[in-house]
């Protein structure tokens, strides 16, 4: 079993910033990937970013260019910088994390709310 906490998010104004971090313990694989999907009202859940240990990473189009996903490998801990901050950011931000050596299974943490208001 893995468990995720997460932490972060809040209120911001359009413009501004964020960050979401999210930490990993139990029984955690060095090769893995970690990342974030979200889900606003009404919406299905989609991918944000996601990282493996290596760096490689991948971003949604929606977001390339204003968020930045970055990991510490050594405390299973991942972030989420998200600047430039729009209201249809708004959702809940779901942290994930999969081993992928071996193939396991995804695991979700327990979400934190997102919203971009003036």
């Known amino acids: 079993q893995v468990q995720l906490v997460e932490s972060g998010g809040g209120l911001v104004q359009p413009g501004g910033s964020l960050r979401l971090s999210c930490s990993a313990s139990?029984?955690?694989?060095?090769?893995?990937?970690m990342g974030w999907y979200r889900q606003a009202p009404g919406k299905q859940r989609e991918s944000v970013a996601g990282?493996?240990?290596?760096?490689?990473?991948n971003y949604a189009d929606s977001v390339k260019g204003r968020f930045t996903i970055s990991r510490d490998n050594a405390k299973n801990t991942a972030h989420l910088q998200m600047n430039s901050l729009k209201p249809e950011d708004t959702a809940v931000y779901y942290c994930?994390?999969?081993?992928?050596?071996?193939?396991?299974?995804?695991?979700w943490g327990q979400g934190t709310q997102v919203t971009v208001s003036s």
């Open positions: 994930y994390y999969q081993s992928l050596v071996p193939k396991g299974e995804q695991y």
């Open positions: 139990g029984s955690v694989f060095s090769i893995n990937r």
């Open positions: 990282i493996t240990p290596g760096g490689f990473h």
